[in-house]
C-alpha cells in the first residue's frame, strides 16, 4: 500500500547538518502519520521525529529536540527530517515509517548517519 524510500544519509563530522528524505509511494499517503525513528548499535529502537497527517502536530525526542526539524510535503509525498548540531551520539541507522497514530505499518530501508567527533 505504501513504499518509503529514505536518501540523504552519510558522514558528517560534529556540528554539521544533513537533511534525510523519505520518499512515498502508494494510494493514501496524506492520511498517514510519518515518523523517523533510529537504532544505533546496542541500543533500543528509538523514536525521534513525528509529524501527524495534515502537518499541524510535531513530536520530537528530548535527545534531539531544538535540533531536529521533521516536515512533510504531501504534494510531493515526501517526509522531510533537518539535522542540525549534528553529535557523535546521533550516528545510526535512521528509518522512516508510516501509519495511523500510534501504529508503523510501513518502514523505509534505512539510511545510515555516521557523525564523526
Known amino acids: 500500500q505504501v513504499q518509503l524510500v529514505e536518501s540523504g544519509g552519510g558522514s558528517v563530522q560534529e556540528g554539521g547538518s544533513l537533511r534525510l528524505s523519505c520518499a512515498a509511494s502508494?494510494?493514501?499517503?496524506?492520511?498517514?502519520?510519518m515518523s523517523w525513528f533510529r537504532q544505533a548499535p546496542g541500543k533500543e529502537r528509538e523514536r525521534v521525529a513525528g509529524?501527524?497527517?495534515?502537518?499541524?502536530?510535531?513530536y520530537y525526542a528530548d535527545s534531539v529536540k531544538g535540533r531536529f526539524t521533521i516536515s512533510r510535503d504531501n504534494a510531493k509525498n515526501t517526509v522531510y527530517l533537518q539535522m542540525n548540531s549534528l553529535k557523535s551520539e546521533d550516528t545510526a541507522v535512521y528509518y522512516c515509517?508510516?501509519?495511523?497514530?500510534?501504529?508503523?505499518?510501513?518502514w523505509g530501508q534505512g539510511t545510515q548517519v555516521t557523525v564523526s567527533s
Open positions: 515509517a508510516a501509519g495511523v497514530p500510534d501504529t508503523y505499518t510501513y
Open positions: 502508494g494510494r493514501t499517503f496524506s492520511r498517514y502519520t
Open positions: 509529524i501527524s497527517a495534515s502537518g499541524m502536530t510535531r
